[in-house]
């Protein structure tokens, strides 16, 4: 089973860095790493120099970063290309050593055919004056309480695709075509993931939670509610309920809502700004 990995980047080089050297250093080689360079030329330059892994490039002047067509133009360069099984895994996701093994061992077992697979995802605490070290990601294990986090070598069947998280995940050539990949009418931040989530159960693809997949998502600061992506979460909100009749990342919603940002009206069935 060949294996790819695809990673879309834009403006992120420190994390970039890292990730590279984290794909590197996996107990499994990835036999063909693809990062999507969103408009950002410092990303091809980064990709360059590091090593390991090839860049796309994938166009955008400005305004919101085309992040599903992005995926979707990696996977088609990954899938081109031969691959079997495409792993996605964010720029600023570091790659537990086993994680391409443990993707790739739970692809091969009939029973998760046609399934997406996701893997543990801990969010770092900030690093130390000397980064990560990456040979000591193991010690700093935490996964996302909101998630199955199996044992190490389990696939556990989950149902819950709103669970789903773009930032880690692994799908085979056919299914990736059965879902039809990313819808790009997305843009910006919010809701391309769960969307992608709901088109996969809408086919019939099943979700697994795969122990030892894991990846360490690098600290960076934040905002919660993410105020700053506040129109493309609306923009994006608002597509999303045209397409599934129901509203995804409500709990960003209403703490916009509770700041005083906007407002729903009922008579609209909208969300708009105040």
């Known amino acids: 089973m060949k294996t790819a990995v695809v990673t879309i980047a834009a403006r992120r080089e420190h ?3 890292q990730h590279l050297r984290s794909v590197g250093q996996m107990t499994e080689r990835v036999g063909d790493h693809v990062v999507v360079a969103i408009g950002d030329r410092e990303t091809t330059e980064v990709v360059s120099e590091v090593g390991g892994a090839r ?12 992040l599903a067509a992005a995926r979707n133009l990696g996977a088609d360069a990954a899938l081109a290309a031969g691959a079997d099984l495409i792993v996605f895994l964010d720029v600023d996701c570091l790659a537990g050593p086993a994680l391409l093994r443990r993707y790739r061992v739970a692809a091969d077992h009939p029973r998760n055919h046609s399934t997406l697979l996701c893997g543990p995802v801990t969010y ?16 700093l294990r935490n996964p996302h309480p909101a998630r199955p986090a199996p044992e190490d070598g389990t696939v556990l069947t989950g149902t819950d695709f709103t ?17 039809g990949g990313f819808c790009t009418e997305y843009r910006g931040y919010g809701g391309e993931d769960t969307d992608f ?3 996969a159960a809408e086919a019939g693809i099943g979700l697994r939670w795969v122990g ?8 960076h600061p934040v905002s919660d509610p993410p105020v ?3 129109g493309d979460i609306l923009a994006n909100a608002h597509l999303f309920h045209r397409r599934w009749g129901w509203w995804p990342m409500r709990g960003w919603l209403e703490a916009f809502e509770a700041l005083g940002l906007i407002d729903y009206d009922a008579a609209q069935l909208r969300w708009v700004p105040r």
């Open 15 to 17: 994390h970039l860095r």
């Open 55 to 66: 860049s796309v490039w994938c166009e955008h002047d400005d305004g919101p970063l085309p």
């Open 124 to 139: 770092l605490p900030p690093p130390g004056p000397g980064g990560y070290d990456l040979d000591r990601l193991a010690e």
């Open 163 to 179: 669970l789903f998280w773009s930032l880690s995940f692994g799908v085979s050539r056919e299914t990736w075509h059965r879902i």
């Open 197 to 199: 989530a709901c088109s």
């Open 212 to 219: 030892g997949a894991d990846a360490f998502h690098q600290h």
């Open 228 to 230: 700053e992506h506040l």
